[in-house]
């Protein structure tokens, strides 16, 4: 009975966190809930504003609304496009991007409509994903109803496993941009590992800074970074490009894989649609074939997808992890561009330590006792363990395209492919009686897909990353 007891500690932990007793709203690409919520910030994160939920300036207009849907999903996934379609070839490869994108917003529209359900079935104004998977299993057919508990911890596990390897695959990145700005100078002077603990060595105590409005002027500069980065990038790519035929149109097999995990691990924005849903003046107007929601996904698929195509076009196989490994290391242009995004990623590790912490420091703290004053000195050594694990994982695997297919196959596919139609099946199997044929079986071909896709992706991920050894 104890661990029982304990098991629910842990699933419920993230819904004690409130901020100067207001509810803390995280707009834009971090969409952060923590009004009996847990809390999601996705690998993009962006501007934060922290508002009181009573006030009518909470709610935001169709055009904030899709500034925040796309800032929130384009994050360091399209920087890895044109690595993620040399594995696939130049035409499968664009396509794919296409086509997974069409699934992925597809499941958005699933999980969207199962909360909207749910909702209603249980009388709560709004759920948060893990909520959503909890309500399912807990409303739905009775054989399943015991595991409900299994529902909310399933999804704050990958949520956490997310999370963490964003803060891995963040430190990766700023140590290999730094690494390069300063190569260019004074050639090798430093390994990739000395980077990785200066870099550490500075996050540490930014790191330490608890509340995430401190951290909102901090995010509105990674917006105007990652911006002005884009652009430069885009305009390097247009220059000079060789013909198409010179790329191959496919791969073998065996690295589809890879390619699968890089894209998947792009479009993991899943868990925003519903609080930025929730936070808009006409929330009707968010949904629909011409809502807000398809327009910012089409847009975000036009990035990747231009982004992944032009990429491998300029630099074919020499694609690495990150374009920006591949700009030109002798104009103060391209090289401004490592800076920019490493400042960028710096600026977000913050966020992206914020998930891990909140979901599992309160359990933590109820084994240290009930004095409030260990609790807020405890949670110091804590993130310095976090940011101690992101580094020796940064350093066994310093390959930012496996790691990131490898976060993308195991736990953003999870989340972005794989829950939502199982979500969909539970739901309406008590909402209408029985699930039509034709939804049954569509949402048994996405699973059946993600699961393959995770399989694969992450056989592949760690198959390549002992290869490096």
């Known amino acids: 009975m104890g661990d029982s007891g304990e098991k629910r500690s842990l699933l419920h932990t993230v819904q004690e966190t409130t901020i100067d007793d207001k509810t803390l709203s995280v707009t834009s690409s971090a969409e952060i809930e923590t009004s009996d919520r847990y809390e999601y910030v996705p690998q993009s994160q962006n501007t934060l504003t922290f508002e009181d939920d009573t006030a009518k300036s909470l709610k935001v207009s169709n055009i904030t609304s899709l500034m925040h849907l796309v800032k929130g999903n384009v994050g360091t996934g399209i920087l890895a496009m044109p690595n993620a379609v040399n594995n696939a070839g130049l035409w499968v490869g664009t396509f794919g991007i296409l086509l997974i994108g069409g699934i992925a917003v597809h499941c958005m529209h699933m999980l969207l409509n199962c909360s909207h359900i749910l909702s209603k079935r249980v009388k709560e104004p709004s759920l948060d994903y893990a909520s959503v998977l909890e309500t399912a299993l807990k409303t739905g057919p009775r054989r399943v109803r015991r595991i409900a508990w299994f529902g909310r911890l399933l999804v704050n596990i990958f949520l956490i496993i997310t999370q963490t390897g964003f803060c891995c695959i963040y430190l990766l990145f700023v140590a290999q941009n730094i690494k390069q700005f300063v190569d260019s100078f004074y050639p090798d002077s430093l390994s990739t590992i000395h980077y990785l603990l200066i870099v550490t060595a500075v996050l540490i105590p930014y790191t330490f800074i608890k509340e995430l409005k401190l951290l909102a002027p901090f995010s509105m500069a990674a917006n105007i970074f990652n911006f002005v980065g884009l652009v430069i990038i885009f305009q390097y790519l247009f220059r000079g490009l060789p ?53 910012g996904m089409a847009i975000v698929t036009s990035l990747y997808t231009a982004m992944g195509f032009y990429g491998y076009l300029k630099f074919g196989g020499d694609a690495l992890g990150s374009i920006t490994l591949n700009l030109p290391n002798d104009n103060w242009l391209y090289l401004s561009v490592n800076l920019i995004f490493a400042a960028s990623l710096f600026i977000s590790y913050g966020l992206m330590i914020y998930v891990p912490v909140k979901i599992t420091f309160p359990w933590i703290a109820k084994k240290l006792g009930s004095s409030r004053k260990v609790h807020i000195y405890a949670e110091y050594p804590y993130r310095i363990i976090i940011v101690l694990f992101s580094l020796g994982v940064a350093a066994v695997v310093p390959h930012l395209d496996l790691l990131i297919s490898l976060i993308g196959a195991f736990a953003s596919c999870a989340l972005a492919l794989m829950l939502p139609p199982i979500i969909e099946m539970l739901t309406l199997s008590m909402e209408h009686g029985q699930l039509p044929w034709w939804k049954l079986i569509k949402d048994i071909l996405i699973v059946l897909f993600g699961f393959v896709g995770f399989a694969t992706g992450t056989y592949s991920a760690v198959r390549e990353i002992i290869k490096t050894f």
């Open 243 to 295: 013909d198409y035929r010179s790329r191959p149109a496919s791969m073998p097999f065996d690295d589809l894989p890879l390619y699968f995990g890089t894209v998947i691990f792009s479009y993991e924005g899943i868990g925003l649609v519903m609080p930025i849903e929730n936070k808009m003046q006409y929330p009707s107007d968010f949904r629909g074939l011409s809502g807000v929601m398809n327009l």
